[in-house]
């Protein structure tokens, strides 16, 4: 196979509204492959890999999506393009790029107005992202999101606004842009060694921190059974310091242990002292990770019955590249 395929993952662009008006999942194909302007069908063979929205996506629907990217990839697919829904479009395109390390680009995108809105923007969106798919210069590109005209590499992508066109960010991050003239490409990204495609573990959990919260969530979340937690802290990655025992006991009870911050850009470093604490636990910063792609990098790594020291070695690694 030398063409592109399309896979249709649901959410906005394939939602349809019920009697009230209200978005829902479609329950067989989008047909989005029709949306294409004639010029851009040919070649395109659409595969379905979920119906329904995004949110209601979990492990087992998202590596269907990655399992099909792999298969695409395997068969020579000359790129793909998935078509998402948005509110966890940064966590599936995330998870395939942990998988995919091959030269075949992987394109994610979706909609903002459902097609039976005025202003649909998922026709315009699904054009880009078959014009970077195609295009010669996204060879090793990886795994990016193209929304309102950016391309944006999955590993910094984040959904930054619930209803506008612009959805995804931060702008400084983007890659490349793509309109009516063309693709663009003014960078690659980063990337890093592939994990082999595994069920990650979903004994991963986020404990998001506010003003003056307490270690409750933490030594629930453990005496829950977590085998990986993130926590999504303040700042450089900085925690109340009434936190850090807690964190101390759940690295004692074997969890993998990771921090992250709540600020989109800047990343963690331990250079407070909550965080310098935590650093010397042995807690894992996210570095420019978001906490949800953390606990991503968190669950991969601890698939296949590997060890919380185990697996913290495989996201030490994967973040130093």
């Not at 209200?22 to 040919?42: N, P, S, Y």
């Not at 930054?160 to 490409?185: K, N, Q, W």
């Not at 999504?232 to 807690?246: D, H, I, K, S, W």
């Not at 420019?288 to 020291?309: I, N, Q």
Request: charged share 20%; glycine share 14%; hydrophobic share 45%.
């Amino acid at each position: 196979m030398s063409g592109l395929v399309l896979i249709d993952a649901g959410g906005t662009i394939a939602s349809l509204p019920d009697a009230q008006g209200v978005l829902i999942g479609r329950q067989g194909t989008a047909g989005l492959r029709d949306v294409l302007a004639r010029e851009l069908r040919d070649g395109v063979v659409e595969r379905q890999a979920y119906a329904g929205l995004s949110e209601d996506m979990g492990f087992g629907d998202a590596m269907h999506v990655a399992s099909m990217v792999a298969e695409a990839a395997a068969d020579g697919a000359a790129g793909v393009v998935v078509a998402h829904g948005t509110d966890t479009m940064e966590d599936v395109a995330f998870l395939v790029e942990l998988f995919h390390g091959g030269s075949m680009p992987v394109v994610f995108t979706g909609a903002q107005r459902a097609a039976s809105l005025p202003g649909c923007d998922g026709p315009a969106n699904l054009h880009d992202a078959v014009a970077v798919a195609r295009h010669s210069a996204a060879r090793g590109v990886g795994t990016v999101i193209v929304f309102g005209g950016r391309i944006l590499p999955a590993r910094s992508a984040r959904k930054l606004d619930s209803s506008g066109p612009e959805a995804f960010g931060p702008h400084g991050t983007a890659i490349g842009r793509v309109d009516g003239h063309g693709v663009r490409l003014t960078a690659m990204p980063k990337r890093a060694p592939v994990f082999a495609l595994a069920d990650p573990d979903p004994r991963v959990e986020i404990a998001a921190l506010g003003l003056g919260s307490s270690p409750a969530l933490i030594d629930a979340l453990v005496a829950g059974g977590v085998g990986g937690l993130v926590i999504e802290g303040f700042g450089r990655g900085n925690v109340p310091t009434q936190l850090v025992p807690a964190v101390e006991r759940a690295k004692a009870a074997g969890v993998l242990v990771g921090i992250a911050t709540h600020c989109l850009e800047g990343g963690t470093a331990p250079a407070y002292e909550s965080g310098a604490r935590l650093a010397a636990l042995g807690a894992v910063g996210a570095e420019d990770l978001s906490a949800r792609k953390l606990r991503l990098l968190f669950a991969v790594a601890l698939s296949g019955g590997r060890s919380a020291s185990e697996a913290e070695a495989r996201a030490r690694e994967w973040l130093a590249r």
